[in-house]
């Protein structure tokens, strides 16, 4: 005996999901039985709270990553200084020796410390030095010219916005730091609501081919399919932020009680 299938495209997918409200498993024999609605109903409760009491945190630690990830450009936009203008169409890069040269001459007072050249060439070099009064600084020499176009002081918006996102600009007792332990943490929360994800939205690989998402059957339905067709594109990029916060959570492990 063979189930009729409806065509209608706002129907409910074959893809089997667990409905809390009405405790059923879409696409699912119901003679299999209240002890497997039981157990999938714990793990939708597992995923639904997994991140509710920290959404605001985890939001705003995304937020200052992707910001993050671009920051070197945005400085690049914003400060002419960090741009590297070549003079002329076949002008070289100027090698170490020429740079630590040149930088000498312009600035005897300084100490280089190290000379840092961006993976990309619109980029200045970083020089590090310091000087007698035991200051610091970083000076944004051009690759092609040697000419010293900045220097900076203190911190950047590169280095703020890094810092903010990877230990909440939180200082630094005897190399602990609470906010980094606080953001790392968040791989633990993150990896239980992917693998519980996972579990609940049977057969979840078919989202893949067959996306979904009705809009004219409510809020509750739309918003269903949209958290259903968000997750799963999402998973590489949750797979990637819950194993690095993991694993720098397990380097401040090692390095602070070993």
Known sequence: MTAAVSQNPDQHPPDEFFDPDSETIGGSDSSQGKKKVSRTKLWFLVHSWAALPI??????????????????????????????????????????DEILA????????????????PVKSQFALAVRVSYADGTTGIMHVNPYTGDIQGTQTGFDFRQFIRALHGWLLMPFNNGFNFGWYAVSLLGLPMLVSLVTGLVVYKKFWRGFLRPRLRVRQGARV???????????????FVLIMSVTGLWFLTLALLSDFS
């Not at 995304?62 to 169409?89: K, M, N």
């Not at 040149?102 to 190290?114: C, F």
């Open 55 to 96: 959404w605001i945190f985890l939001f705003f630690v995304c937020l200052t990553g992707s910001i993050a990830t671009v920051s070197q450009e945005i400085v690049w936009l914003a400060d002419p200084a960090v741009r590297a203008r070549p003079p002329s169409a076949d002008a070289q890069l100027l090698g170490y």
């Open 102 to 117: 040149t930088v000498n001459k312009a600035r005897p007072d300084a100490i280089v410390r190290n000379i840092a050249r």
């Open 222 to 236: 739309f918003w269903g399919d949209f958290h259903r067709l968000a997750g799963i594109w999402s998973i590489p």
